[in-house]
C-alpha cells in the first residue's frame, strides 16, 4: 500500500467517523427537540386540566351554595329548624357558659366566697336582663317575618 493510499484509507475512516458522530448528534438533537415538545404538550394539557378542574371546582360551590340558600329558605318557611344549627346555637351556649364559669371560679380563687355570690347575682341579672332583651328581638323578628310573609 503506498502512501496516498493510506492516507485516502485514514481520511475514509475519519470521514465516516465524523458521519457517524454527526448523526449521533444529530439523533439526540431530534430526540431533545421531540423531549421538549412533549414536556412542553404536557405543561399546556396540566395547565388547561387545572384550570377546567377549577371552574367546575367553582361551578360545583356555586350550585351548593345555591341548593343550601334554597334549602334554608324552604327550612324558613316551613318554620324548621335543622338539628345542625340547633347542635351550633348549644355549642355557642356552653362556650359562653364555660367562660362565665371560669370567671367565676377566677373569682372565687382571688376574691373569696363573698366575691363569688356577689358576682353570680350579677350574672344571673345579666342572663334575665339578655333573656327579656332577646325575647323582644324574636317578637320583632316574628312581626317582620309576618308582615313581608
Known amino acids: 500500500m503506498n502512501i ?9 475512516i475519519v470521514i465516516k ?16 427537540i421531540t423531549s421538549v415538545i412533549d414536556f412542553i404538550a404536557s405543561v399546556i394539557t396540566a395547565i388547561v386540566n387545572a384550570i377546567i378542574s377549577a371552574i367546575k371546582w367553582v361551578l360545583t360551590q356555586i350550585v351548593n351554595l345555591i341548593h343550601l340558600l334554597f334549602r334554608t329558605y324552604l327550612r324558613l318557611e316551613a318554620g324548621c329548624v335543622p338539628p345542625v344549627e340547633k347542635f351550633a346555637g348549644l355549642m355557642i351556649r356552653l362556650r359562653w357558659g364555660f367562660v362565665i364559669l371560669s370567671g367565676l371560679y377566677a373569682v372565687y380563687k382571688y376574691l373569696g366566697i363573698t366575691a363569688l355570690l356577689v358576682a ?17 328581638e324574636e317578637e320583632k323578628w316574628n312581626l317582620l317575618v309576618k308582615l313581608i310573609i
Open 120 to 136: 353570680i347575682a350579677v350574672c344571673v341579672v345579666l342572663v334575665v336582663i339578655g333573656y327579656s332583651e332577646a325575647e323582644k
Open 17 to 32: 467517523k465524523i458521519g457517524i458522530g454527526f448523526k449521533a448528534v444529530m439523533t439526540g438533537l431530534k430526540i431533545a
Open 4 to 12: 496516498f493510499n493510506a492516507i485516502i484509507t485514514g481520511l475514509t
